[in-house]
């Protein structure tokens, strides 16, 4: 534990995951094979926009260092939204679960940080 603390591994994670996912949630908005892929959950388009762009705005406050915790609960509360959605229509959100253990290993070793100084 105290190599990855040390080393900045969490904030290395961090800038890679937050990144990612606002590439990711980028993709969903513009790419139009997401449109079609998203009708099988049988919602409308506004909730598909707003679920895109939420994601952007967290992914974006997940990045910036004053705004971690805020940006990773909504992270995770948008990642639980649509595991939700997966589970409704009978897909396994086996993925979003490794999303939000990465989320949670960042607040994890950001709060050691906090709790323990390093000499």
Request: zero cysteines.
């Amino acid at each position: 534990m105290d190599f990855i603390i040390k080393n900045n591994l969490d904030n290395i994670v961090r800038y890679l995951l937050g990144g990612l996912i606002l590439l990711l949630s980028v993709l969903f908005l513009f790419v139009p094979q997401s449109k079609t892929a998203f009708e099988i959950f049988e919602l409308t388009e506004t909730t598909r926009l707003s679920l895109g762009y939420g994601v952007a705005v967290v992914a974006l406050l997940f990045i910036i260092d004053r705004t971690k915790l805020w940006g990773a609960i909504g992270l995770l509360i948008s990642f639980l939204l649509t595991a939700y959605f997966h589970i409704r229509v009978g897909l396994h959100p086996w993925g979003l679960m490794l999303w939000a253990a990465g989320v949670v290993f960042v607040l994890f070793f950001d709060w050691h940080r906090k709790k323990m100084p390093l000499n």
